[in-house]
Nanobody, 128 residues
Framework: QVLLKESGGGLVQAGGSLRLSCVASGGAFHSYAMGWFRQAPAKEREFVAAISWSGGRTYYADSVKGRFTISRDNAKNTVYLQMNSLKPEDTDVYYC?????????????????????WGQGTQVTVSS
């Protein structure tokens, strides 16, 4: 059982930056591909970014490409999401997720399926 805990959310003005962190416990963090998703009220949870278990591959939604950066520190069991040039439309609850399959070698990072572990989310609010 992998437990995930996000932090770093808050209120920021448009154009500002935030760094989200997600600390994992209870499993072999180094073996799990990790992702960030976000969800607004009454909307589907959508993919933001993902990183392979090795850290060698990263994936981004078109809406955040060039502004957000995902990274991981396996020594700290932590995955990060650096968010720059924030826009009001980035306002959402952000969730950290871990792929269920250790050492995942596929290419399906964008869908929620396959992510078996989820954090409880952290609110990001971007004011205009």
């Amino acid at each position: 059982q992998v437990l995930l805990k996000e932090s770093g959310g808050g209120l920021v003005q448009a154009g500002g930056s935030l760094r989200l962190s997600c600390v994992a416990s209870g499993g072999a963090f180094h073996s799990y591909a990790m992702g960030w998703f976000r969800q607004a009220p009454a909307k589907e949870r959508e993919f933001v970014a993902a990183i392979s278990w090795s850290g060698g591959r990263t994936y981004y939604a078109d809406s955040v490409k060039g502004r957000f950066t995902i990274s991981r520190d396996n020594a700290k069991n932590t995955v990060y999401l650096q968010m720059n040039s924030l826009k009001p439309e980035d306002t959402d609850v952000y969730y950290c997720a871990a792929k269920t399959e250790p050492y995942y070698s596929g290419t399906s990072y964008y869908a929620r399926s396959g992510y078996g572990y989820w954090g409880q989310g952290t609110q990001v609010t971007v004011s205009s």
